[in-house]
């Protein structure tokens, strides 16, 4: 067999990641990406404002086949559940989704987090928390964020580009705290993400009794779940799809 013969039948085989990847059932993690909420609120002027709910490392794909699709221009405001790789490893690459007043630096957009999660996020991005260059290199600049602690309390909301949030606490695994929120002007949403169990406090703000928030009954209520059957034990992180139901 010549060279070229042996080079085509080579290229002729087929890439077995490939097959796999083109596979993937919408219910898998693969296809799915990180979980994250983009909340489109229009003004009363009409003007549309983007709040995102959690960067995670999937971040740059989700704006590729999410933000594109959708004609999403840019963010205008960010929110982060908790610490996680899958909440906030997208930062680095936040950029791409900002205004153009806000990648020259003319301006910043507001990130919203808890202290725990901001010690994190400092950590391990400390040239996004004090604005350095990388490698004093100007193409790499970082996003210009504006870093606003938050407090995972029902009774302690706060306002992201105009709408009011309320914490909602939950229990992501037994020993560790995440946050869902609360919102909605004409419609009260929930979002709960990252929760293995709801506690009393949260369960009470999105019952119809509760009286934290003085919206009244819960309109739409957004649950995360990363398994279809069972039900989890004391090491679970999330609940299951037959738990939620």
């Excluded at 910043?108 to 950590?123: C, E, G, I, N, Y």
């Excluded at 391990?124 to 602690?149: C, M, Y």
């Amino acid at each position: 067999m010549s060279h070229t013969a042996t080079r085509t039948a080579f290229l002729a085989v087929p890439c077995w990641l490939a097959i796999i990847g083109t596979a993937l059932s919408p219910l898998t993690s693969g296809f799915r990406c990180n979980t994250s909420l983009l909340v489109d609120y229009c003004h009363d002027d009409g003007a549309h404002r983007y709040i995102l709910i959690d960067v995670g490392k999937t971040f740059r794909e989700q704006v590729l086949r999410w933000f594109v699709h959708h004609e999403v221009p840019s963010i205008d405001s960010v929110i982060l559940t908790h610490e996680h790789a899958d909440a906030v490893l997208g930062l680095d690459d936040l950029w791409v989704a900002l205004p153009s007043c806000q990648r020259n630096g003319s301006a910043k957009v507001p990130v919203f987090l808890t202290q725990f999660t901001m010690d994190s996020v400092a950590a391990r991005f400390s040239n996004l928390v004090e604005q350095k260059l990388q490698g004093g290199d100007d193409f790499a600049r970082p996003a210009h964020l504006d870093w606003t602690i938050i407090e995972g309390d029902v009774d302690k909301p706060f306002v992201a580009s105009e709408l009011q949030f309320w914490p909602l606490p939950v229990m992501h695994g037994e020993d560790y705290v995440c946050l869902g929120f609360l919102f909605g002007r004409k419609a009260r949403v929930a979002y709960l993400s990252d929760v293995s169990r709801i506690l009393p406090r949260t369960e009470h703000a999105i019952s119809k009794s509760g009286t934290a928030t003085g919206q009244g009954q819960l309109d739409l209520l957004i649950l995360e779940t990363n398994r279809l059957h069972g039900a989890g034990d004391g090491r679970s992180c999330h609940l299951t799809l037959s738990q939620v139901i």
